[in-house]
């Protein structure tokens, strides 16, 4: 049963459709913010912040290119994205996507320092169809009332006087000969009329039926004898139609999942689930105890094109069963659980207990609002109090997961903000068109981090090493939000948890 039944996906998440992203086009850094419109074709509204760059920065512009887009010629020319007055860092502009898919919106930022560019990935989708508004659809029928009797008007008037000569009356004959005309005339324009509505009705039920709706799955977790046994199914039909392109590695894997205890949020999983056939993944469960779980399993397709799968499992320690062909799969090295009590935010300088006796401390401000830009900051501490050594974790500083207490919002993201990686090395210019080819080699290599560009990788490694990771974010709803904070230090992966309110 997918969670809610509801739920906003796009872009690799859940209830949170805006695309953020933190890193360098070439020697300026950047913050990119994509709003993606509702409605394709649309609009997609883009914020650039160029940090320091004052007086450096000549010119931003912007360019949506699709993911099959041509090398030359494929993409319109840029946009140039205009300086917000009262905010000099600041420049905006608007695009069109044209189509649904994936899309690289290339942000180019020219000055004093040279050029460069960063592209930053976007899933273009369906979200909604715009109603026409009562009173603007009875005014429009009003005045498509009056053109038609004005239509038949004169055609009867045609047909009843225009072959009279002058100072000649019209007579019965003449009169007959317009009543025919206008009847003609009437029913040929109501026939027009319903052809027309059937075509637009067509029109719409296609359009309605291009609403981006996440794939059906169905997951369960049984035990054998080697153990408990999470298995997720797509059973959406097209997928096993295959009218969606293979999965490609994002950090080197084919599925991230992410397993929270609901309601309470006492639970949580980072598990990474390998395909057994084209359908079905599974993974070891971890040790995590009985209960409701909802989980979210981000997926990138060879096109760019980002996904979450969505469902809830019950968890038995008594139930048995089936957990499917073939022995278990065996933990992966980057699998992680964590069991305890989210730590309360109320105040500058909230902290939790890591699981080797450092200690993870918040950094942003404990007052958080909808839609207002924040970087979520947070220091890590050695058992000694020192400032913590941290190692990559997956090529990144650090990883988060959040959502809010009702399931409606998850997101997963890294210091590089929302996108995927995988989506990024698929739609990179550098990187070759996704065919069958070359996403057969990106899988075998299993390396998707690798691949990533050099604008946003070095941002990411470089600064493994020093004891705090950020993430840039705005949440999208009010509420109560969960954030589980990933970093590895000495070898293992440590977790944190926070429990943070964000105000309307």
Not at 59 to 74: F, I, Q, S
Not at 286 to 306: C, T
Not at 368 to 373: A, W
Request: glycine share 12%.
């Amino acid at each position: 049963m997918v969670v809610a039944g509801l739920y906003l996906a796009t872009a690799g998440h859940v209830g949170s459709k805006n695309v953020f992203f933190a890193g360098d086009a070439g020697p300026y850094p950047v913050s990119v913010v994509v709003r993606p419109p509702d409605v394709v074709p649309g609009l997609a509204e883009i914020s650039v912040r160029v940090p320091g760059g004052v007086g450096d920065v000549e010119r931003v512009t912007v360019r949506p290119v699709r993911w099959d887009a041509a090398p030359e010629g494929g993409a319109p020319p840029p946009d140039m994205a205009q300086p917000v007055p009262g905010d000099p860092e600041l420049h905006s502009a608007e695009v069109w996507l044209m189509t649904v898919g994936a899309y690289r919106i290339e942000v180019t930022v020219s000055g004093s320092r040279g050029s460069g560019t960063a592209s930053v990935p976007v899933t273009s989708v369906m979200l909604a169809v715009r109603d026409l508004p009562p009173a603007l659809g009875a005014a429009l029928l009003l005045l498509a009332s009056l053109l038609v009797a004005g239509a038949v008007s004169i055609a009867g008037a045609a047909v009843r006087e225009s072959r009279l000569g002058p100072g000649q009356t019209v007579e019965r004959t003449h009169r007959c000969r317009g009543w025919i005309a206008m009847a003609s005339a009437a029913v040929l324009l109501m026939a027009a009329a319903w052809f027309g509505n059937a075509w637009w009705d067509a029109v719409d039920r296609d359009v309605r039926g291009g609403i981006f709706r996440p794939l059906a799955v169905d997951a369960a977790v049984t035990r054998d004898a080697d153990g408990s046994v999470l298995a997720i199914r797509i059973t959406d039909p097209s997928w096993l139609g295959r009218n969606w392109s293979p999965l490609v590695p994002d950090h080197g894997k084919l599925m991230h999942m992410f397993v929270i205890g609901a309601p309470g949020m006492d639970a949580f999983a980072h598990l990474h689930p390998v395909p057994v056939d084209r359908a079905t993944f599974r993974a070891r469960w971890p040790d995590l105890p009985s209960g409701e779980y909802r989980i979210y399993g981000d997926i990138v397709h060879e096109s760019g094109f980002a996904q979450t799968l969505v469902d809830t499992v019950w968890v038995d320690a008594a139930a048995r069963g089936d957990a499917g062909a073939g022995p278990a799969p065996e933990p992966d090295a980057d699998d992680s659980r964590w069991r305890g009590t989210p730590a309360p935010v109320s105040g500058p300088g909230a902290s939790t207990n890591l699981s080797d006796g450092s200690v993870m401390q918040w950094l942003a401000a404990p007052e958080l609002r909808v839609d207002e830009e924040v970087v979520l900051s947070f220091a890590v501490r050695d058992p000694a109090g020192a400032p913590a050594v941290l190692e990559p974790y997956m090529g990144m500083t650090g990883h988060a997961a959040l959502t809010r207490d009702d399931g409606s919002v998850f997101v997963h993201l890294h210091p590089a903000g929302t996108i995927s990686m995988g989506s990024l090395a698929v739609l990179a210019p550098r990187t070759r068109p996704a065919t069958e080819g070359g996403a057969a080699e990106a899988a075998e290599s299993a390396g998707g981090v690798h691949d990533v560009p050099a604008d946003i990788h070095g941002r990411a490694d470089d600064s493994a090493g020093v004891a705090e990771v950020g993430f840039p974010f705005a949440f999208p709803q009010p509420g109560v939000y969960t954030i589980w904070v990933q970093v590895k230090r000495a070898g293992n992966v440590l977790t944190g948890a926070f429990r943070v309110g964000v105000a309307e």
